[in-house]
């Protein structure tokens, strides 16, 4: 059950997960936190959790969906209190390893992306937001270039599109795998990317998608029928880069890249399908897994140094990365919407 810690007991603003001991990590599970000004981070709540590798929110009710990365794979569902995140329940992830899920802007699916064997799942809200017994499972078949990361599929990353259409990353296959509204396989099949390329995280900007590649260290730039159309190094550090999480800034006027190896964050500023990369930022930590967008600071994931680190924003630009919070393995940082909160 959650742990309270001393202090008031309002919801936190950022929810971190990450890696426990039984799965290879060192964090409690899943940790609240309450943003100061200076970007110092508090520790509210712990609630244990085997693995809870990455955490989304219900877009309406208060609750919250994890991932078990674990090889059995699990889905836990919590209730967002505010004295700390609640078990409710756990169902399969139908599948190995499971790294990354979303949920539906209807709240009518969950769908759940499974490392481990690429297989991806999606099961059926009720109206108060719990899983439905028996998800749709969708397996994948084949591989890549790279015979040590892509001997098979690897689902790494669930997203759902302006359309409603819910599209998935596979590192494994060099695929963007797509899905229609009640999840309906698509009748083209998966979009075939830069084979390689190992696409991991990906983001749909102002009518583009642009797409981290794990293995090859470059952010790709597709347009609106995912024919590529530009792309840029993540990285100009030098040494081996692999690429993790993407998302836009507050304004929407530079997307972040987080950098594995060089341990910094890309900032560019996209014209169309062409990237310029305006600055390049130490994250403060090492292994930038994941990071929180705030209006005023990132918020970074750093799994192999054990913290979270704060970048504060300025004119969009984040500033070196400073410690805000000491947590083990931390994978993910979720930032909750005002509603929850």
Request: aromatic content about 6%.
């Amino acid at each position: 059950m959650s742990r309270p810690l001393p202090g008031d007991t309002r919801p936190g603003d950022l929810v971190i997960g990450g890696y426990t001991p039984d799965t290879d990590g060192s964090g409690p599970g899943l940790t609240v936190v309450r943003t100061a000004p200076d970007g110092v981070l508090r520790a509210l709540a712990r609630t244990p959790a085997s693995g809870p590798s990455f955490v989304v929110e219900h877009p309406g009710l208060p609750l919250l969906y994890a991932v078990l990365e674990r090889p059995d794979g699990g889905v836990a569902v919590f209730a967002d209190e505010a004295d700390g995140p609640r078990p409710l329940a756990e169902h399969p992830s139908g599948g190995s390893y499971p790294c990354h899920l979303a949920v539906d802007p209807a709240a009518e699916w969950l769908a759940v992306a499974n490392y481990g064997d690429g297989t991806v799942a999606a099961y059926r809200l009720d109206g108060d937001g719990m899983p439905q017994p028996g998800p749709l499972l969708f397996p994948n078949e084949g591989g890549g270039p790279d015979p040590d990361r892509q001997e098979g599929p690897h689902a790494h990353e669930a997203v759902f599109g302006p359309d409603g259409v819910l599209h998935v990353t596979d590192l494994g296959t060099d695929e963007i795998r797509r899905f229609l509204p009640g999840m309906v396989p698509h009748p083209r099949g998966p979009v075939r990317l830069a084979p390689g390329s190992g696409p991991r995280h990906f983001v749909h900007h102002r009518d583009l998608w642009y797409v981290t590649g794990e293995l090859d260290g470059m952010v790709r730039v597709y347009d609106a029928g995912w024919r590529e159309v530009g792309g840029a190094a993540a990285s100009t550090s030098g040494g081996h880069n692999q690429p993790s999480h993407i998302a836009p800034s507050p304004d929407g006027r530079y997307l972040y890249v987080g950098n594995r190896g060089p341990d910094t964050v890309s900032v560019f500023e996209p014209d169309g399908a062409r990237l310029e990369l305006v600055a390049e930022v130490p994250a403060g930590g090492r292994w930038p897994r994941h990071f929180g967008v705030t209006p005023d600071r990132l918020y970074v994931a750093a799994q192999r140094s054990g913290e979270v680190t704060a970048m504060e924003l300025k004119d969009g630009v984040p500033q070196p990365g400073e410690r805000a919070l000491e947590v083990g393995t931390p994978s993910c940082v979720l930032v909750r919407s005002r509603a929850a909160v």
